[in-house]
């Protein structure tokens, strides 16, 4: 049985970053003519109604209500929504404007990252080996600022920094994952929702209430991967998940490069082959821990 639920947890795991390094990259690439914006919007309102419904499902409102009624928890899930949502928008931005290959630095980076940020703020242990890679991070950063200031994947930066410190506010509050993401989205969607009445009163909007459209989905294609993911990390563990997780940055990588055929300088090389050799030396701590 013990088998049975790893082997469930490492396939939902990997369907799950799959989705994000692949299905969402397609979608959201697809759904670029209405313009990061109005996506971004669009993000923001419909994750807000497929989470509203999956609470109805699966009865969840009690743990709903306990936690809004934690002062504390609720502050620091107003901070936590703030990041989700500069995640969201630069990623979206970056998939809109041909950057795929920045993003995807970022999320090789961000469990890295991750990994110092926890010796900071939770003052976890971090071994000669991760210490390595977080040398070699900052080292492939360093160089792209000497080397050329033009070729520093700053989308990719404010993709890792928003999501690494999202998780780190996130293990401070310790909430179920879909109820805090839905309050998250409750503090984002009054912005959202004024800013799509802005848009549609100007007639700016792609989105038509008369026949339904593909804005529509980016609701599901937040939520679901997320659940998949979440799911496979209660039944196999970090340690496995965190490895499987590097299937996400990979296919962003390969699309952005052999797909949709973006342009990948020698300074990024040089930067991304000091990545590579980073995440290389931090799963393979990852596998000797577990």
Same mark, same amino acid.
């Given at each position: 049985?013990?088998?049975?639920?790893?082997?469930?947890?490492?396939?939902?795991?990997?369907?799950?970053?799959?989705?994000w390094g692949?299905?969402?990259?397609?979608?959201?690439?697809?759904?670029?003519?209405?313009?990061?914006?109005?996506?971004?919007?669009?993000?923001?309102?419909?994750?807000?109604?497929?989470?509203?419904?999956?609470?109805?499902?699966?009865?969840?409102?009690?743990?709903?209500?306990?936690?809004?009624?934690?002062?504390?928890? =609720?502050? #620091?899930? !107003?901070?936590?929504? @703030?990041?989700?949502? $500069? *995640?969201?928008? +630069?990623? &979206?931005?970056?998939?809109?404007?041909?950057?795929?290959?920045?993003?995807?630095?970022?999320?090789?980076?961000?469990?890295?990252?991750?990994?110092?940020?926890?010796?900071?703020?939770?003052?976890?242990?971090?071994?000669?080996?991760?210490?390595?890679?977080?040398?070699?991070?900052?080292?492939?950063?360093?160089?792209?600022?000497?080397?050329?200031?033009?070729?520093?994947?700053?989308?990719?930066?404010?993709?890792? =920094?928003? #999501?690494? !410190?999202?998780?780190? @506010?996130?293990?401070? $509050? *310790?909430?179920? +994952?879909? &109820?805090?993401?839905?309050?998250?989205?409750?503090?984002?969607?009054?912005?959202?929702?004024?800013?799509?009445?802005?848009i549609f009163?100007?007639?700016?909007?792609?989105?038509?209430?008369?026949?339904?459209?593909?804005?529509?989905?980016?609701?599901?294609?937040?939520?679901?991967?997320?659940?998949?993911?979440?799911?496979?990390?209660?039944?196999?563990?970090?340690?496995?998940?965190?490895?499987?997780?590097?299937?996400?940055?990979?296919?962003?990588?390969?699309?952005?490069?052999?797909y949709y *055929?973006?342009?990948?300088?020698?300074?990024?090389?040089?930067?991304?082959?000091?990545?590579?050799?980073?995440?290389?030396?931090?799963?393979?701590?990852?596998?000797?821990?577990?």
């Amino acid at each position: 049985m013990k088998n049975q639920n790893f082997n469930k947890g490492i396939t939902l795991t990997a369907l799950g970053s799959f989705w994000w390094g692949v299905i969402g990259v397609i979608y959201f690439k697809y759904v670029a003519f209405a313009g990061s914006i109005e996506v971004v919007i669009h993000r923001c309102i419909w994750t807000s109604v497929v989470l509203i419904l999956s609470t109805f499902y699966f009865s969840k409102w009690d743990i709903f209500l306990k936690i809004i009624t934690n002062k504390n928890k =609720l502050i #620091w899930l !107003f901070f936590s929504s @703030l990041l989700i949502f $500069i *995640n969201w928008a +630069t990623w &979206i931005y970056a998939i809109g404007t041909n950057r795929i290959i920045d993003a995807s630095f970022g999320y090789f980076v961000m469990p890295i990252l991750s990994v110092f940020l926890g010796y900071i703020f939770y003052n976890e242990k971090i071994n000669k080996k991760r210490s390595l890679s977080i040398l070699l991070v900052l080292i492939s950063i360093i160089l792209l600022l000497i080397i050329s200031f033009d070729s520093i994947p700053w989308v990719g930066i404010i993709v890792a =920094l928003s #999501w690494g !410190f999202y998780n780190l @506010l996130r293990k401070k $509050i *310790n909430v179920d +994952t879909d &109820i805090g993401l839905l309050i998250e989205s409750l503090f984002i969607l009054p912005f959202a929702l004024f800013s799509f009445y802005i848009i549609f009163q100007n007639n700016l909007n792609d989105f038509n209430f008369n026949s339904p459209s593909l804005l529509m989905l980016a609701g599901p294609m937040t939520v679901i991967p997320l659940f998949l993911y979440v799911r496979g990390v209660e039944l196999c563990g970090l340690g496995p998940t965190g490895m499987i997780f590097y299937i996400t940055p990979t296919f962003q990588f390969l699309l952005g490069f052999f797909y949709y *055929n973006e342009e990948f300088s020698l300074e990024k090389s040089i930067s991304f082959i000091l990545i590579w050799i980073a995440v290389i030396i931090y799963l393979k701590d990852l596998y000797e821990d577990f």
